[in-house]
C-alpha cells in the first residue's frame, strides 16, 4: 500500500499552515453540508444573557456583505461583492452597495435598493456629502443620486492610486470621525501612491488613513498592524483598532504611532491582548437600550472562531488594559462569519454576517467550490425586556434641533446629528455658535461635542478650545490638545497652548501632548516634550516621547550639536541622546559617562546606546568603563554590548591592547568570554597563547567557547590546526567540539566538512547538534559545495542525512546537489510515492471518523516534535509560525492534511521567509520581523531574533515556509489522524475553543541541572524562588484548555532518610506585569500539592487556592513548587485583578 505508515514533522509541525488543497479533492462541493437556513443558524447561537438575536437581512436580499453602516435616516447600508477573493478573466462587475430598511419598525428591513452597481470587490463604504463614498478598487469614489429614484447616477473619482496587491487587504472600513474627517484603513501588502493638492501621499503596508473630502487633505494617522480591519473612537476621541490577522486584541492608536510590521518601524507599539485570537470589525456601544455595564464596551468579531467578543478597557497610566469579557454570540455553525459590526439608531447591534465555510484567502484555492457566493445575513442583537432607542427624525430636524441631540446618551445619534449638520453646508453653520455661547459651561462632555462640531464644519472657536485644554475632566483634556493639534496651522498660539499640558497631573494628557508637539518643528519643541521626563512615565509614555523625538530630530540635533539647545536636567539630556544616534551624539554621551554625570539607573542603558553609536574613542571609554566596574556581572553585560556592536559596525575602540590581555588573565571573570571574543576582533596576536589556554576543561563552558570564537577572529594556520584538533578531541563534551567546529568553519570551510563528516555525522548525535552543525555550512554562502565534496568520500548515518535534508529544505536555499549526496551518503531509499486521490480522501475522511483530539494533544505537545518552539496557543508559544488558536474553526480539514503534507503549496500571510546574503558571505533565513534604514531583523527557525545591518546586505530574496517537505518519518498513521482532528477542533466552542483570558498559558521550568540541586539541597526552596546566580529555566506551556501538566515537567528528586523514601518535585514560575499599585487574585485550581513566591516571598492561599496578591507597577514572577506525588494531573492557573483596587495586570504571554 502506498500510504505511508508514519510522517515526520520535524521541530517545524505545520510550519506556517501552508493551506493549499488537493486540486481533485477541491471539485467536491462541500457546502451542501452546511445548513444554509437562517433561522437553524440562528438557533445555533448561544447569546450572552439578557440579549437575544432576530435576522434583520438575508439572502436572496443581499449576498457576501463586506462592510455595513448607517446614514443618518436610520438606513443601512451593505457594500456586498460575490466577486472575492478575485474576479475571473472576462468576469463583468457585479458588486453592490444595497441599501436597506426597517419602514415598520419590527427590526427586519422590508425595503431593499440597489444604489449602485457595476463595482469590483468594494471593501467598504460611508454615505455622505449628499450620497455614498465607496472604495472601488484602486480609487475611493463618490456616488450621488440627483434624481431622487433611490439610485446613484453620478459617480466622481475622489482620490486614485491605492494599491490592489491583495483583495482582502485594499482600503476599507471607511468611519466619519467626530472631527468630520473620513478615516479608512490599509493592510500590510498594499502600497498607495496617491496625488492631492498637497503633494503626493503614499503608505506601504499597514496604516489608517485620514481624509478631509472638503479639502482633499490626506493624512496617516497610523502605520503597521496587518489586516487592520477595524477602526473606531471612543466617547473622548481615543482611537482603537483591531487586527484580522494579527493577534493582539484591541490596538489603542498613538496618534502616529507605528505598529507590528510598520514599514520602516524602529520601535512598535504593542496591542493590548496579546495571545487574542484575530478580529474583525469595531464598535463601541453606548446608549439607553443597552445595561450600563455595556456601557462604552468594544464589540469585534472572531470570525475564524465563529464569535463575536466582548472587551472592556480601563485607564491604565497614559494608555489602557483590555479585558475580554463573555461573548456576545457564539456557535459551532460552520458559515457564521460575522465581519462588520454597528449600533443601529434603535440602540441594537447590528452584525453582518458573511456566511461561508471558507474565509482564508491566498492559503486557499481562490476557486475552491465551497466558496460561497450567494449567501449573507445581517443579524440584529437587542438587551431583553429594555426598550429600543426612538429612533430621531434628523433628516427633518432644524440645525439647533440636530445640535440638541448632541445632549443624547447616545453616540450613534450625537455622531449622526453633527454629520447631518455638515451635511446641511453654510446655512446652517450661522446656528452653531449662539447654541455653543448659551451651553452650561460645567457641562464639559457637551462642551466638547460642540467643539468637534466646530471642527467638522471647518471653524475655529479658540475661546471653547482654551477653556477645555482647562477642562475637569483629563479625557476632555486630552481630546482638546488633539483638536489643538489639528487647528495648529490656524491658530498662531497652539504650540504655547499645548507645552504646559506636557506636565499634565494626567498621564494621558501628557501623551497627548508630547505627541502634538511632534507637529511643531523645532528645536525647542523637542525641549518642551522632554519635560515629561519630569513626572512618573509608563510604556505609552515613553513610546509617544521617544517617536516625538524622532520626529524632531532633523531639528533638534542640528542644534544641539552647535551648541545652541539645552535641555536642562541631565536625564532629559541622556534620553534625548539615547533617541539618537550619530556622531555628536555619541560624543556628548560619552563626555557625560567619563565625567560619571549619568544616573545609576539609567547607566546600563546609556552604556548600550554607546556601544550602538560611538566612534573608537567612546568604546574605548566604554570598554575602560567595563573592566573599572566593581559589578563584573554588570561588567560583563557593558563588554557583551561593545563587542556586539563590532560585530555588526565594523567599528573598533582605540585601545592598549594590554587592557584586553589583562581581562583574558583572570580566567573565571564574567568578563573573559567577551574579552576572548574582543581579541579576535581586534586581530590581537598576543592573545593567541592566552585564548588557546583558556580552552582547557577546568575553566567554564562560556570562556571556553569565547576563546574558540577569538582564535576564529585571529585566523592563520595556527588558528585552523587549533580548533581542528578541538573540533575532533572526543574526551571534550560536544557543545566545545562543536564551538570548535564552527569556528574552524570561519577559516577553513573545506576542512571543516571534511570533519563534520568524519568526527559527526557518521556516529549517533542529538538531532539538535545535528541541525546545528548543518547550520554551519548552510548559513555561509560558499558552505554548500564543500560538504557536498565530503559527503562523496564517504557513508553517514541515516539518521543525520534525514536531518541534513530537512535542514536543506528549510534553508531557502536551492539545494538539490546536497540533498543527493545526503541521500547517497545516508544510503536513503527513494522517497515514498505521493498519496494517489483515492488515499488522499481516505485519509481526510479518517480525520473525523477515527482522529482523537485528545490523543492529538498529546502529539502536538510531544518534545520530539516540538510544536510550541513554532507555533503559539492564545499567544503562548513560538512566533515563527502563526498563532493557532482559531485554526479549526477557519480551515477545512482537507487543508490542514494537505498542509501537514505540502507545506509549500502557499503560506500563510506575513509568513514568508526572507533567504539575506551578506557581504561578507553569510547567509540567514527566516521571517521579517521589521525593516529600516539601519537593519533588518529577522525570525528564524530557532525563533530567535537577528539583526542583520543593512550595510551588510547583498541580496535579500523570498525564500519557502520554514517548514520542510516530505517529511514522512515520525508519525504513525493514527497519530497523524489524531493530530488533524485535534487541529481541526482548535477554535471551536467546546474544550479546544479560546478561553478565558486571564489563565496563565507561559511558564518555565527549572532543570534539574548540578547547580540546581546544589542551590536546593544547601538553601532550599526559598533560594530556588530567589537564587543568589542564574539557574536553567525553559520554556513550558499550558494545554488548549490552559492546563499545565505536571508529569511534562522536569522533576527533581530528594532522599528523605527519616521517611525512607524519596520526594519528587518541580518547579515552574511565570511573570506578569500591573499598571498600578493594587490587588490581583492568583487562583490554583486543584492546589494540593502547591506552594508559591511572589517576587522571591513566600505567598499564602486559601484551601481552595485562591491568594490576594497585593502589588506595586512593575514586573512581578511568581514561583510554583509541585510535589509531584500530591499535586493534581492537571494544574490551571488563572490570575487577574480584585475590582475593588484593580492593580491592571497583564500576563506574560510568548516564548
Known amino acids: 500500500m502506498k500510504l505511508f505508515q508514519k510522517v515526520y514533522f520535524g521541530i517545524f509541525l505545520l510550519g506556517f499552515l501552508a493551506l493549499a488543497p488537493s486540486q481533485a479533492l477541491a471539485q467536491k462541493n462541500a457546502s451542501g453540508k452546511v445548513d444554509l437556513d437562517p433561522e437553524s443558524e440562528r438557533k445555533s447561537f448561544q447569546v450572552a444573557e439578557g440579549f437575544e438575536v432576530n435576522l ?43 441599501v436597506m430598511e426597517d419602514t415598520d419598525g419590527d427590526g427586519k428591513a422590508d425595503k431593499t435598493t440597489v444604489f449602485a452597481d457595476g463595482l469590483l470587490i468594494p471593501t467598504g463604504l460611508a454615505p455622505g456629502d449628499g450620497g455614498v463614498y465607496v472604495v472601488d478598487s484602486t480609487d475611493l469614489v463618490h456616488f450621488s443620486d440627483t434624481d431622487g429614484d433611490g439610485k446613484a447616477d453620478r459617480k466622481r473619482i475622489i482620490l486614485s492610486g491605492f494599491g490592489t496587491e491583495d483583495t482582502h487587504h485594499m482600503v476599507h472600513s471607511l468611519r466619519w470621525g467626530m472631527d468630520g474627517l473620513l478615516y479608512f484603513n490599509q493592510a500590510i501588502y ?98 439607553r437600550h443597552l445595561p450600563d455595564s455595556w456601557q462604552q464596551s468594544m464589540i469585534t468579531n472572531d470570525f475564524r472562531g465563529h464569535r463575536v467578543c466582548r472587551f472592556t478597557l480601563e485607564p491604565d497610566g497614559a494608555g489602557y488594559v483590555s479585558r475580554q469579557q463573555t461573548e456576545l454570540i457564539k456557535t459551532n455553525h460552520p458559515a457564521f462569519r460575522p465581519i462588520d459590526v454597528r449600533q443601529g439608531p434603535d440602540g441594537a447591534i447590528y452584525l453582518a454576517d458573511w456566511f461561508n465555510p471558507i474565509i482564508q484567502h491566498g492559503e486557499v484555492d481562490f476557486r475552491d467550490p465551497r466558496r460561497d457566493k450567494t449567501h449573507g445575513r445581517i443579524w440584529r442583537v437587542t438587551a431583553k425586556g429594555r426598550p429600543l432607542v426612538p429612533r430621531p427624525a434628523l433628516k427633518k430636524d432644524t440645525p439647533i434641533e440636530l445640535l440638541n441631540h448632541l445632549k443624547d446618551p447616545e453616540m450613534w445619534t450625537r455622531h449622526m446629528a453633527r454629520r447631518e449638520f455638515v451635511e446641511r453646508g453654510p446655512s ?353 554562502k560558499d558552505g554548500i559545495n564543500p560538504l557536498v565534496a565530503s559527503l562523496s568520500q564517504g557513508k553517514i548515518t541515516a539518521d543525520a542525512a534525514k536531518i541534513g535534508i530537512r535542514q536543506a529544505k528549510v534553508s531557502g536555499r536551492e539545494t538539490p546537489t546536497l540533498i543527493q549526496a545526503l541521500e547517497k551518503a545516508g544510503g536513503l531509499g527513494k522517497a515514498p510515492a505521493p498519496l494517489t486521490q483515492p ?145 481541526s477542533e482548535l477554535g471551536k466552542p467546546g474544550p479546544y475553543g479560546p478561553g478565558k483570558a486571564s489563565i496563565v498559558r507561559r511558564f518555565e521550568a527549572l532543570e534539574p541541572t548540578p547547580q540546581a540541586y546544589t542551590v536546593l539541597s544547601r538553601m532550599g526552596n526559598d533560594a530556588i524562588a530567589n537564587p543568589a546566580e542564574p539557574l536553567l529555566w525553559s520554556a513550558v506551556y ?41 490587588k490581583a487574585g492568583l487562583k490554583i485550581h486543584s492546589p494540593q500539592g502547591v506552594t508559591f513566591w511572589v517576587d522571591g516571598k513566600p505567598s499564602p492561599m486559601d484551601k481552595e487556592g485562591f491568594a490576594v496578591l497585593e502589588l506595586e507597577p512593575g514586573k512581578h514572577l511568581v514561583v510554583l513548587r509541585i510535589d509531584r506525588g500530591g499535586a493534581s494531573k492537571e494544574l490551571r492557573l488563572e490570575l487577574d485583578d480584585i475590582a475593588s483596587l484593580p492593580a491592571k495586570t497583564r500576563i506574560t504571554q510568548g516564548k
Request: net charge neutral; hydrophobic share 40%; glycine share 8%.
Open 190 to 287: 498594499i502600497h498607495s501612491h496617491l496625488e492631492t493638492p498637497y503633494g503626493p501621499k503614499r503608505l506601504g503596508g499597514g496604516g489608517v488613513w485620514q481624509f478631509r473630502p472638503q479639502s482633499l487633505e490626506l493624512d496617516i494617522v497610523m502605520r503597521g498592524l496587518v489586516n487592520s480591519w477595524g477602526h473606531h473612537f471612543d466617547a473622548w476621541g481615543q482611537s482603537f483598532t483591531t487586527d484580522g490577522a494579527g493577534g493582539e486584541g484591541i490596538n489603542y492608536v498613538i496618534p502616529r504611532g507605528y505598529y507590528a510590521t510598520a514599514v520602516g518601524a524602529k520601535r512598535i507599539v504593542q496591542g493590548l491582548n496579546p495571545g487574542s485570537p484575530k478580529h474583525c470589525g469595531l464598535e463601541i456601544l453606548s446608549g
Open 1038 to 1078: 499550558a494545554t488548549a484548555q490552559g492546563d499545565l501538566l505536571p508529569q511534562e515537567l522536569p522533576q527533581f528528586t530528594q532522599n528523605r532518610a527519616l521517611e525512607g523514601n524519596r520526594l519528587f518535585i518541580s518547579f515552574v514560575r511565570f511573570a506578569f506585569e500591573t499598571g498600578a499599585k493594587g
Open 428 to 780: 446652517a453653520i450661522p446656528a452653531l455658535n449662539p447654541w455653543a455661547q448659551a451651553l452650561d459651561s460645567s457641562n464639559e462632555p457637551l462642551l466638547l461635542e460642540a467643539l468637534w462640531t466646530f471642527q467638522a464644519v471647518d471653524q475655529i472657536n479658540e475661546k471653547l478650545l482654551q477653556s477645555l485644554l482647562r477642562a475637569r475632566d483629563p479625557r476632555i483634556r486630552a481630546a482638546a490638545v488633539r483638536v489643538t493639534a489639528m487647528w495648529r496651522k490656524k491658530i498662531p498660539a497652539a504650540k504655547e497652548a499645548i507645552e504646559p499640558l506636557v506636565t499634565d497631573p494626567n498621564p494621558q494628557v501628557r501623551l497627548e501632548a508630547v505627541r502634538a508637539l511632534g507637529l511643531f518643528p523645532s528645536p525647542n519643541s523637542a525641549q518642551a516634550a522632554l519635560k515629561v521626563l519630569d513626572l512618573p512615565m509608563d510604556r505609552f509614555l515613553d513610546y509617544s516621547l521617544w517617536q516625538t523625538l524622532q520626529e524632531l530630530e532633523a531639528v533638534w540635533l542640528p542644534a544641539f550639536s552647535r551648541g545652541e539647545l539645552s535641555f536642562g536636567r541631565t536625564e532629559r539630556l541622556i534620553y534625548a541622546l539615547r533617541s539618537s544616534g550619530g556622531g555628536e551624539v555619541a560624543k556628548r554621551l560619552g563626555e557625560l559617562v567619563r565625567e560619571e554625570k549619568i544616573p545609576d539607573e539609567t547607566l546600563d542603558g546609556a552604556m548600550a546606546h554607546l556601544a550602538e553609536v560611538g566612534g573608537p574613542g567612546e568604546l574605548a571609554l566604554l570598554l575602560s568603563k567595563a573592566v573599572a566596574n566593581p559589578d563584573p556581572r554588570r561588567a560583563a553585560i557593558w563588554l557583551d554590548r561593545l563587542v556586539y556592536s563590532m560585530q555588526q559596525r565594523g567599528v573598533k575602540p582605540a585601545v592598549n591592547p594590554q587592557i584586553v590581555l589583562g581581562i583574558l588573565s583572570k580566567e573565571n571573570s564574567p568578563l573573559t568570554p567577551a574579552g576572548a571574543k574582543l581579541a579576535g576582533l581586534l586581530k590581537l596576536e598576543a592573545a593567541r597563547g592566552i585564548l588557546e589556554k583558556l580552552t582547557q576543561t577546568s575553566i567554564s563552558l562560556e570562556t571556553r567557547l569565547g576563546a574558540l570564537q577569538g582564535l576564529e577572529g585571529l585566523g592563520g594556520k595556527p588558528s585552523v590546526d587549533f580548533l581542528a584538533r578541538m573540533a575532533v578531541e572526543k574526551s571534550q563534551p560536544v557543545e566545545f567540539r562543536k564551538g570548535a567546529l564552527k569556528h574552524l568553519a570561519g577559516v577553513d570551510l573545506n576542512l571543516a566538512a571534511n570533519l563534520t563528516k568524519s568526527a559527526f555525522l557518521n556516529q549517533p548525535q542529538n538531532s539538535a547538534d545535528t541541525e546545528e552543525i548543518f547550520g554551519y555550512f548552510l548559513g555561509r
Open 839 to 983: 488515499e488522499y480522501e481516505a485519509l481526510v475522511k479518517e480525520v473525523t471518523l477515527r482522529g482523537d483530539p485528545a490523543r492529538g494533544q498529546a502529539v502536538f505537545r510531544r518534545k520530539d516534535l516540538n510544536c510550541l518552539k513554532c507555533h503559539a496557543l492564545s499567544g503562548a508559544g513560538g512566533l515563527v509560525g502563526p498563532d493557532l488558536t482559531s485554526l479549526g474553526a477557519s480551515a477545512q480539514v482537507d487543508y490542514l492534511v494537505d498542509s501537514l503534507i505540502n507545506p509549500n503549496k502557499a503560506i500563510k500571510e506575513n509568513y514568508h521567509s526572507l533567504v539575506v546574503t551578506t557581504v561578507d558571505g553569510k547567509i540567514f533565513t527566516g521571517v521579517k520581523v521589521r525593516q529600516n534604514d539601519k537593519e533588518l531583523v529577522l525570525r528564524d527557525a530557532e525563533d530567535r531574533e537577528v539583526a542583520i545591518p543593512a550595510k551588510k546586505i547583498e541580496e535579500q530574496k523570498n525564500g519557502k515556509s520554514l517548514m520542510p517537505e516530505g517529511l514522512i518519518d515520525s508519525l504513525t498513521r493514527g497519530e497523524l489522524l489524531d493530530l488533524a482532528r485535534f487541529l
Open 56 to 98: 434583520f437581512a438575508a439572502d436572496p436580499q443581499l449576498a457576501k456583505p463586506i462592510q455595513i453602516c448607517f446614514d443618518t435616516d436610520g438606513r443601512l447600508w451593505a457594500a456586498c461583492s460575490s466577486t472575492y477573493p478575485q474576479v475571473l478573466p472576462g468576469q463583468p462587475k457585479e458588486d453592490k452597495i444595497l
